[in-house]
């Protein structure tokens, strides 16, 4: 009896995973760009679903939740950089999803849901920034035959304050991953408590 418990228990916790892999990987496909970054700068709110399955199940499911929406995204998209950029979209996302579940779990409280989320709206992000930095911005130059200059001038014509990289990061990187973690984080805030009785394994 107990086993067979254990069995709807993961089966449950599975076909949960899977509904939510499957919708953040359609609201990843629905990128926009905004209008304080360059075009190919595109903002989804796949990640609200992302930490809501992390509260729900655990750090550990949100982890396979993203993992899943990258890779399904990866098989209908493709790739133009050889899988990196969808490794970097995967370390961004559990830089933002992974500290405010862990805090979460920890005591599952609304003060901890918040103050994990700020926490996660600040790692991702310094690791986005640090990601584009050192290899996001080297990259899609190299692959694309342009010089870092011109990837660069896309930035300026947007805001003429960038004029560098270290600018770059700073006025359109930072900026726009500081929106998105913010944007997400509200919007889990007021749907969680909607969602979480029907995601939770023992309910």
């Known amino acids: 009896m ?25 609201l990843m496909a629905l ?25 729900a199940l655990g750090p550990a499911a949100g982890v396979v939740i993203e993992l899943l929406k990258v890779l399904l995204n990866l098989l209908i998209d493709g790739t133009v950089t050889a899988g990196v950029g ?3 979209n995967f370390i961004m996302g559990c830089s933002f999803f992974l500290p405010a579940a862990i805090i979460y779990r920890f005591k599952k409280s609304m003060f901890n849901a918040i103050i994990g989320m700020i926490v996660g709206i600040v790692s991702l992000t310094v690791v986005s920034s640090l990601l584009n930095y050192y290899l996001m911005l080297p990259l899609y130059a190299n692959v694309f035959g342009m010089p870092m200059e011109t990837l660069i001038g896309m930035g300026t014509k947007i ?45």
Not at 2 to 26: D, F, G, W
Not at 41 to 48: A, H, P
Not at 173 to 193: H, M, W
Not at 195 to 203: E, F, G, K, M
């Open 159 to 203: 805001n003429p304050s960038i004029t560098d990289l270290r600018s770059f990061i700073l006025i359109a990187v930072v900026p726009f991953n500081l929106f998105k973690g913010l944007l997400s984080s509200i919007v889990v805030f007021f749907l969680y408590k909607r969602i979480s009785p029907v995601l939770h394994v023992n309910d």
């Open 86 to 88: 969808e490794f970097s």
């Open 2 to 26: 107990e086993q067979n418990q254990k069995n709807h228990s993961h089966i449950k916790v599975i076909t949960r995973i899977a509904i939510l892999s499957a919708i953040a990987t359609v």
């Open 31 to 55: 990128k926009i760009p905004l209008w304080f970054a360059p075009s190919f700068y595109k903002f989804d709110i796949s990640e609200v679903v992302v930490l809501i399955g992390a509260f």
